[in-house]
């Protein structure tokens, strides 16, 4: 089970049972962390070090796993629940996200992105953004 805090992504968790690994955005990137059931949390790794992370978001249908960034930090996007990143930056006029939501379709998900200055960009197609 994944649980993730952020404060414009939303706290979220998913999966079945307690939450097992945890993944929090904050100013110095993106802090991980893991536990057996009942035990307390203990770190694991830190990704994005350099980056302020404001927002992430965990997308079920697709397992891919988002983080919005403030400044210069951009869109970023995970395979593999938050160990390795990559930039999805592709189409967006400003890398200074503010957050992150996702809509469930019946047949798709749709995915929305707030940056600053103001744009809003939707997506309906995995994480390229319009």
Known sequence: MLALL????????????????LLAATLHGVYL??????????????????????????????????AGGHYDAGLWVSSDLGENWAPCNEGLESRHNYTLAA???????????????PMLYKSTRGFLLQ
């Open 33 to 66: 962390f893991e536990r057996n059931p009942g035990e307390p949390w203990r770190p694991t790794g830190r990704k994005l070090i350099d980056h302020h992370i404001s927002a992430l978001l965990f997308e079920p249908r697709s397992g891919l796993l988002f």
């Open 103 to 117: 809509h469930e379709r019946p047949d798709r998900t749709v995915l929305w992105l707030g940056t600053e200055p």
């Open 6 to 21: 952020s404060c414009n992504g939303g706290t979220v968790t998913t999966g079945d049972g307690p939450a097992t690994r």
